[in-house]
């Protein structure tokens, strides 16, 4: 049940877009995004919301496809900031509160 | 200042020896949750709590109980700690559970 995430890894130089997908085997209610970096808690980024709405992050954006069971999260113009270790954690029964994660996107900048 | 609060932050303790891993908000939240991280598994859900005296199975609950008789006190209890528990458990609490989870620092176990 738990979300595969691709790719595993990455590395950029500043500047550069990264896009990082989480694929689910289970009909999907949400989408959650969080950043964790080395050492810390993780940090909310976005929600998606299965009919479309969105909150999250201004700066980062994402799709949801719920035909497809997956969402992707695009860092564009990457800055040393966006390093750090990407989850995605999914939700697959409507208004439970059940999340389940993904393995995690560590994503490296480098200048 | 809005928080996550848990403690202890770092645990070493003996296999069997019943542990609490306190948690607590300030924020009114009614969502909260624990998770345990692990490296290449992510984080993982051990229970939620959806509101006061309502809480649920997670992925991963086998071996922890939680309690929630008062809205901003969350805390994880492990009756018989083994070894295969030592890892890094974060507290997290949302407005609801469809609302962004703010996290606290983590608490490290190592279970001996």
């Known amino acids: 049940q738990q979300p595969v995430q691709s790719p595993q890894a990455v590395i950029l130089r500043e500047g550069e877009d990264a896009v990082i997908n989480c694929s689910s085997s289970?009909?999907?209610?949400?989408v959650h995004w969080y950043r964790q970096k080395h050492g810390e808690a993780p940090v909310f980024l976005m929600i998606?919301?299965?009919?479309?709405e969105q909150k999250g992050h201004d700066k980062i954006s994402a799709s949801f496809n719920e035909k497809k069971q997956q969402s992707s999260l695009y860092l564009t113009a990457s800055q040393l900031s966006y390093s750090g270790t990407y989850f995605c954690g999914t939700e697959i029964s409507g208004n439970t509160g059940k999340l389940i994660f993904g393995q995690g996107t560590t994503l490296q900048v480098k200048p | 200042e809005a928080q996550v609060t848990q403690n202890p932050r770092y645990l070493i303790t003996v296999t069997g020896k019943k542990l609490t891993v306190t948690c607590s908000q300030n924020?009114?939240?009614?969502?909260m949750s624990w998770y345990r991280q692990d490296p290449g598994l992510g984080l993982r859900q051990i229970y939620y709590s959806m509101n006061v005296e309502v809480t649920d199975k997670g992925d991963v609950p086998e071996g922890y109980k939680v309690s929630r008789k008062e809205k901003r006190n969350f805390p994880l209890i492990l009756e018989s700690p083994s070894p295969n528990q030592t890892s890094l458990y974060f507290c997290?609490?949302?407005?609801?559970?469809?609302?962004?989870?703010?996290f606290g620092d983590g608490t490290r176990l190592s279970i001996l």
């Open positions: 997290a609490s949302s407005y609801t559970y469809n609302q962004p989870q703010h």
């Open positions: 924020m009114n939240h009614e969502y």
């Open positions: 289970k009909a999907l209610y949400s």
């Open positions: 998606l919301l299965k009919g479309g």
